[in-house]
């Protein structure tokens, strides 16, 4: 999956806790996204990141908060998980943010928040 | 808010048979991209085509676009079993900042 590792695969947390997911990539892409991925929703994005320490709101920000210190990494906090953040969390990159600029995902996290 | 839709939700076909998905859109765009994703995997990019383009072909797929009516296609000739898969349109709408816009998907299943 186009050098882009996100971690931990599979998490199942308790409503009220707070939640990071981790994506790594290898490819020096400067930009890097976070999608959540519903029945019923397709793919909707939460954050997105256009360098160390840059991000910016998607279109379903509320309940997340994101963290990029170093290029490789780009970290999603569920600072109080609840149910509704059940779903599969995908992690993409791009070179640059140009028009036709095509994304890279990885593979996803299942996360269930009971 | 989604930007595209694609049509149908479902579509199961014999192998050797064509396959079409149609994606529709509602505000201008830069370029529509379609995307393939296997069972508990992430996206995979198949093709773009651009605003000024109609036609794109790549090995045995063939998209199209007509902005006119807002809506692109995607055609996979002569499927696979392999070719079993959720398609996606995204769009990059003029004003979005480049960002994609997702829809909900096409789920493809191609029969032995």
């Known amino acids: 999956d186009a050098g882009i590792t996100q971690s931990p695969r599979h998490k199942v947390t308790e409503t009220g806790t707070p939640v990071t997911l981790r994506c790594h990539q290898t490819?020096?892409?400067?930009?890097m996204y976070w999608y959540r991925q519903d029945p019923g929703h397709g793919l909707r994005l939460i954050h997105y990141?256009?360098?160390?320490?840059?991000?910016d709101k998607g279109e379903v920000s509320d309940g997340y908060s994101v963290s990029r210190s170093k290029t490789e990494d780009f970290l999603l906090t569920l600072e109080s998980a609840t149910s509704s953040q059940t779903s599969v969390y995908f992690c993409a990159i791009s070179e640059s943010n140009g028009s036709g600029e095509k994304l890279f995902f990885g593979s996803g996290t299942q996360l269930s928040v009971l | 808010s989604q930007q595209g839709e694609e049509d149908p939700q479902a579509l199961s076909i014999q192998e050797g048979e064509n396959a079409t998905m149609n994606c529709s859109y509602k505000?201008?765009?830069?370029?529509l991209q379609w995307y393939r994703q296997n069972s508990g995997r992430g996206l995979v990019h198949l093709i773009l085509i651009r605003s000024n383009e109609r036609e794109k072909h790549s090995g045995r797929l063939r998209v199209t676009l007509d902005t006119s009516k807002k809506s692109s296609s995607l055609l996979i000739t002569a499927s696979r079993a392999a070719d079993t898969a959720s398609y996606f349109c995204?769009?990059?709408?003029?004003?979005?900042?480049?960002?994609?816009?997702f829809g909900k998907g096409t789920l493809l299943t191609v029969n032995p």
């Open positions: 995204a769009t990059d709408a003029r004003g979005s900042n480049y960002k994609l816009t």
């Open positions: 490819e020096n892409h400067r930009y």
């Open positions: 505000t201008s765009i830069n370029n």
């Open positions: 990141s256009y360098g160390v320490k840059d991000t």
